[in-house]
């Protein structure tokens, strides 16, 4: 079976826990998103080893699994134009070969445009692993 990763805003961590994915959720599936989440932040803040913080669990739960983005990755994200896009994408498609995953260029970067999306939204960025 395969896992659902969906990214989604919230007002906060209650409002994550409680009412889940809204409206604005994506859902994905078919990649590391653990993996990913630190290769995120060390691409995008431009962090390495132990520098690299890796999301928040704002649940108790094991399924469905809520974590939150750093406010600092989140801003990158919104951030983020066409340039950004296509390098973080190159970089994080090559992260994941490295670890002998492979992920479609394409797919990485709806992935990708879809967090600066949801990232634009000045809400906080969550994902429910599920």
């Known amino acids: 079976m395969s896992t659902i990763i969906t990214f989604y ?12 994915p809204g409206r604005d959720a994506v859902e994905f599936a078919g990649f590391d998103v653990f993996a990913s989440l630190e290769e995120w932040e060390s691409l995008l803040l431009d962090r390495t ?9 704002v649940n108790d739960e094991e399924s469905p699994l809520i974590l939150g983005f750093l406010p600092k990755l989140t801003a990158a ?12 994408t190159a970089r994080w498609v090559a992260a994941r ?10 797919r990485a970067r709806e992935i990708l445009t879809a967090l600066v999306t949801l990232a634009r939204s000045r809400r906080r960025l969550y994902c429910q692993v599920a």
Do not use: Y
């Open 9 to 20: 805003t919230a007002a906060n961590d209650d409002a994550a826990e409680d009412d889940g």
């Open 49 to 57: 080893g132990d520098q690299i913080a890796g999301p928040e669990q």
């Open 77 to 88: 994200l919104a951030r983020a134009d066409a340039a950004t896009l296509r390098d973080v």
């Open 97 to 106: 070969a490295a670890d002998g995953e492979t992920l479609d260029p394409a």
